[in-house]
Structure formats: C-alpha cells, structure tokens
C-alpha cells in the first residue's frame, strides 16, 4: 500500500491504497491491475462519495474491480467500462487470484440485489403473495412480513455468535423438520428471545399457510440482512413502509427530510437520553441512534490517530515497541465501542439512550423492526399510551423529546386510566427501580394515584377533568413533564396553536415552563402524501433549569406586584364604591338593586383580575426577553405527492439554487450569535 500518481494527473496524489495484480507477469508487463482496495479510517463511516472516489480510481488505472474496507464494513465493486462514471454496481464478493475468466463472469452475474430500492421491492413481492395466497388486508399481510423478518434476524445473529452452526431459515431445513408449521416453530424460538421486549403477544403465530411461507423464505434466504449496511436496510424498509401504508396510516410517518432536519436542530450528543413518546415508525429515534452513533466512532477513530501522532514522535522506543502499543491501544478502542459488550459507548447508546412508545400496537412493532434494520437500540420502545408513565419512560428523565404528535383527534373524558395500563411484571418492576431509582418509583405512584380517573387528571392544560382537549395541546405538556430541566425538545404542532387567540393560554403554559428557541414555519403540502393536510410548523424549546425557573417566577411575582401598585389607588375607590352601595341597599327593600350592585362588584373584580394579568405577562415579557429563531421554509424536500423537491433546510443535493444560506446555517449563526442564553452554552 502505498501513494500513487494517477495516469493523467502528473503529480496529483491519493490517500494509501492497495493495488493488486492478477500475477506478478502482469505487473511486470505494465499491465492494468486487477483490483484497488481503497482502506478508510477503521471507525468512519463509509459513505456513497467514498464509493464513487474508488470507483475513479479504478476508471483512470483500467481496473475490473474496486473494494472500499475498514473495520466496520467491506464491500465489494465492479466497474462497467460500458457505463458513464459514477455508475457503480456492488457484487458479492471479488474474485479468487486463480480464478478462470468463467469463473469471474459467474461472480460478475451475481449482483447483489440490495440497494435501497431493490430490496423494497423484495419486501413488496413478499407482501404481495401473502395479500393474494392468503387474502389478508395490507396491514394484516405486512404483520406477517415482520414476524419473517424477525425470524431471519434472530437466525442470522445466532449464526454469527456461533450460537448457531446451521443457517435455520432456508427452505430445504424447513421442509427437512417433521412438523406442520416449521416456520412457526422458527418464529416462537425468535419469540421467546424477544419476549422482554414484548414484541409479540404470548399466543401470537404465523399465520400463513406452510407454502405461503417456504415461498416467502425462499426469496430472502439468499440475503443476508446481518452483513448488509443499515443504511440500505433502514432506507428500504421505510420505502416498504410508505409504499404499504400510505393513505392507510400515514399519519404514523414523518417525512424523512423533515427528521433529519429537527435532529440536526437538537444535535444529540452522546450520553443524552431521548424519547418520542408518539413514535410511529420511530424515524426520530432511528436518525438520533445513527447520528449518535456516527459521533462515536469518529471520535474513536480520532483518538487513536492522536494516540499515533504521539507515538510517532517518541524517539526513544524502537518500532516494535510502537507497534505493540498502537495494537493495545486500537484494540482498547475498538473494546470500548463494541456494541456487543455491556457497558461499551456503543452499548450504552443502543441499550439506555433511545426510547419511544406508541399507543399503536402494530406501529410499536413495525418502529422496532425500523430500529433492528437500522442497527438497533429497539429495546426502549414500547407499546402503550404515551401520555402514560410505564417503563423506562416518566416525567423528568429525557435530555431530549422529538416527536410528531397525533393531530385532531380529543383526548375524551371517557379516556381513563385502567390498571391494565400501567401493569408490569414484578420482574420488569424490580429491573426499573434498579435501573433508575426513586425517580421511576415516584412516578408511578403518580400514576396509580389516578387510576380509573380520566387521563386529563394528571395534566394541567385540561381546565377540568370532565372536558375534552386536543391531543396535540396535551402531548405538550407531555413532553414538558418528560424533559429534564435544561432539556430540549423539538416537536410538529399545527399552525393554529401558534396564532389561534383561543389558544393563548397553551402559549402562555408553554413561555412559562421553557424558552422559545425556534419556530420553523412548513409549506401546506408538507404532510399531504401523509395523510394529513393541516398547516405545520416547528418548535424547538428548552426547558427553564431550576435556577431559571425561579428566576423567572420571581420576575412574574414582581411585575404583578409593579401592576397591582399601579391600579391599587383606582381599584380601591371602584370597589369602595361599589361596596358603599351594596350596604347602602336594604336587603328587604332593594333586593334586585343589591343583587345588581354584587355582580357589578364580582364583574369588576374579574376584569380587574384580567387586565392586571395582561399587564403583568407583557411587562414580565418585556423583562424577560430573549430572541426566538423564526423562519419561513418554501421548500423542505418533500412534494404534496410524496415525491423529491427541492431542500432549503439543511445542506443536500437538492438546495434551491438562489438559496444563500440553509436554514439549519442560519440558526447555527443564531446560536453563535446569542450564545450566552442558547442552549449549547446551557449544555
């Protein structure tokens, strides 16, 4: 491996490669090399531009073959002389040094079949023999696709712990067991190693006839899902989803450019723990965990290249020595982010940082299907009502929410806390105390203190627990009690709450428990290939920590005091009046007068109330003024038919032309620009 100039390009030079020819006669006669293994940093993420830098490698030097390796991933190219450059097509593996030309264009010939859009297809012929073999609804033939995936992913993780010598799911052992359902059978195994995380109800089956399945095995089982990049998986699942469910229950997916966009506003740091308590198909979650993630492992791979900065430079230990110690220190590294180990930096991330739930049953599933195609962190989200403290899920525990609340609907008197709600085994129980103390006690007993009361008791927003409210307007406060204090939400409300005049009070709940940092107006079509045809917008806050909290409060206290001083003088003489006049009145001979006089004096005393209200709130405000990010986004890379377009908020391939800036570049300028009150500073 080694620096090499590029024919064509005297003198340009490229990052250390290997360069392989097919026999030592081939190299000696000049001639092109047989394939370039272009090596990345061990713990980056390879992305589609390393891709294409090899593939331009290989063109210039006339090579048939390119491979991109680290540690993390290998994959494997093939480069069409016949095709325009950037056009790369991944195969199977590269060929062995002696291999015959026949052998070679039968490895050519086995492309493989996983790329974004072709494995979605694969999903969707899937779906579609199980909808016309068993004449199930959509939704019902894509619970059985979820019961078959994760039965492939349970096979292919014992196969690579060794915990399994023979790949199970293949259609020639499953017709070799002696039993009426095999695949059944194979899927109450993965039922029962998934039974903590409830996935699947005890008596839950498969139920397709033996042939549906063998049909279904057959066509994934040449897959392999385990050495497959998430990204490829994660995208085309959700391309599966989409496909599957639009017009169905697209309320449950939020476009992905308008996920990545919030994320990118929050920046999730690793170590902060965040939840969606409306999950859906738990896009948030998915793109925190990959974020999150990618930070990891880059800030692995820096520390072992400073680690080797150092080395290089010590003089007084010989090149064995440096070896050793750069192989002690990679494989330090390499321990502390392996997910498989409890307690690693990836562990932790996968295990204690991500949770969600979903009042939904299948979408509770299907987002932790989303998760394992993703790479994983499944294990914190759950099913059940989201407005509800059970699990790992309660009032004050989250750094950050991210949520796409249900719209429209009312959170109805009728809508009670059943003991069912909150039940948990008592081993789950002792778990959670275990793993988060006193905080999940008091939670619950918050909880069970309104047990076969109305929902809306445990919130404030209601004004009574008898009247209905939005469900949007109470997953606020919701997601207010979930965040810790100085923790940050980001969250998709309609338009109307933030200019409804019916709706101030929600405004006013909401100033007083957080700072506004952001309000990102969408265009109308933004939700349409959704379901959905309100007008949204996006509000990023954080909540007041302790110390703000009550500063604010005593800030409020003195500008109500400032406000009642101002009107005592007048108030006192009206109410004087009035009260003069009430006595004044004979009870048995002024009685209507009298009753007259009483509400005229109840009348003053309630505007009197409001108006030293009003005043106190817009002085408070004055006095505790900050600036609020707003902007107005016309394209955010989503059409009203589901369709690409255009992107101005954060940097892609498809920014508007005339776009200076992105909208994600303006707020960090923002941020840097009042960072004495913006939550980096808080943080």
């Known amino acids: 491996a080694e620096e090499m100039d590029l024919p064509g390009s005297p003198g340009a030079k490229v990052l250390p490669i290997f360069v392989l020819w097919r026999t030592v006669q081939d190299k000696m006669d000049e001639n092109a090399p047989f394939i370039i293994v272009e090596c990345k940093s061990d713990n980056v993420t390879i992305q589609p531009t390393d891709y294409s830098q090899g593939e331009n490698y290989a063109r210039i030097v006339g090579t048939p073959f390119f491979v991109t390796h680290n540690s993390r991933e290998t994959r494997y190219w093939r480069v069409k002389k016949d095709k325009v450059p950037g056009y790369t097509e991944e195969i199977e593996n590269i060929p062995h040094g002696d291999a015959s030309d026949k052998e070679i264009e039968e490895l050519l010939n086995k492309l493989r079949a996983f790329k974004e859009k072709e494995f979605a297809d694969l999903l969707h012929q899937c779906h579609n023999i199980i909808r016309n073999r068993e004449k199930k609804d959509p939704a019902a033939a894509f619970d059985e696709i979820a019961k078959v995936l994760f039965t492939k992913v349970y096979v292919e993780r014992q196969l690579l712990t060794r915990r399994s010598k023979t790949n199970l799911f293949n259609v020639d052992v499953l017709k070799g067991q002696i039993a009426e359902n095999p695949l059944d059978n194979l899927f109450q195994q993965t039922k029962e190693h998934y039974s903590t995380d409830k996935i699947f109800d005890e008596d839950e089956r498969i139920n397709l006839k033996p042939a549906t399945g063998e049909e279904i095995v057959r066509k994934l089982e040449k897959y392999n899902l385990s050495d497959t990049s998430e990204d490829v998986k994660g995208v085309a699942f959700e391309r599966f989803l989409g496909r599957t469910f639009r017009g169905e229950i697209g309320q449950f997916f939020t476009p992905r450019t308008i996920v990545e966009f919030m994320v990118h506003m929050i920046d999730p740091q690793e170590g902060e723990i965040v939840c969606d308590p ?213 969250i998709v409300l309609p338009e109307g709450i933030f200019n409804n005049p019916s709706l101030a009070r929600v405004r006013e709940f909401t100033e007083d428990a957080a700072y506004l940092r952001a309000i990102v107006s969408l265009p109308p079509e933004t939700f349409i290939s959704s379901g959905a045809s309100v007008k949204c917008s996006l509000l990023f806050l954080q909540k007041f920590t302790e110390t703000e909290k009550r500063i604010f ?48 004096l109840r009348d003053f005393q309630k505007a009197m109330k409001t108006q030293i209200d009003i005043e106190s709130r817009k002085l408070a405000k004055d006095r505790f003024d900050y600036p609020i990010f707003m902007y107005d986004s016309r394209f955010v890379g989503i059409s009203a038919t589901g369709g690409e377009d255009k992107n101005e908020l954060y940097k892609n391939e498809n920014q508007p032309n005339n776009a200076e800036k992105t909208c994600l570049q303006w707020f960090r300028e923002f941020l840097q620009s009042h960072s004495s009150i913006m939550w980096n500073e808080a943080r």
């Open 278 to 490: 409306a999950s859906g198909s738990g896009g948030f979650l998915i793109r925190v965990f990959e974020i999150v993630r990618e930070k990891i492992l880059a800030d692995a791979d820096r520390q072992y290249n400073d680690f080797k900065a150092k080395l290089e430079v010590e003089d007084s230990i010989s090149e064995e020595e440096r070896a050793n110690k750069l192989k002690a220190r990679y494989d330090e590294i390499q321990l502390e982010i392996d997910q498989s180990v409890p307690g690693s930096r990836l562990w932790s991330l996968s295990n204690r940082c991500i949770f969600g739930t979903d009042a939904n049953d299948r979408m509770a599933r299907t987002s932790k299907m989303n998760m394992i195609m993703h790479g994983d962190g499944h294990g914190g989200v759950h099913h059940h009502d989201g407005f509800l403290n059970v699990n790992g899920i309660f009032d004050g525990r989250f750094d950050i929410i991210l949520t796409n609340p249900p719209f429209g609907a009312n959170v109805e008197p009728s809508d009670k806390i059943l003991p069912s709600d909150i039940e948990v085994s008592s081993a789950s129980e002792r778990r959670y105390l275990h793993e988060y103390g006193e905080l999940y006690r008091e939670s619950q007993e918050r909880v069970k203190a309104h047990v076969n009361r109305p929902i809306a008791s445990l919130f404030k927003l209601p004004t009574s627990e008898k009247s209905k409210i939005k469900t949007e307007l109470l997953f606020i406060e919701r997601c207010l009690d979930l965040l810790k204090p100085g923790g940050r939400m980001g």
């Open 553 to 600: 409060r005593i800030r409020r206290a003195a500008c109500r005091t400032f406000v009642e001083k101002k009107y005592a003088s007048d108030s006192k003489k009206e109410l004087d009046r009035i009260k003069d006049a009430v006595e004044a009145a004979k009870p048995s001979q002024d009685g209507e007068k009298r009753r007259m006089l009483q509400k005229d």
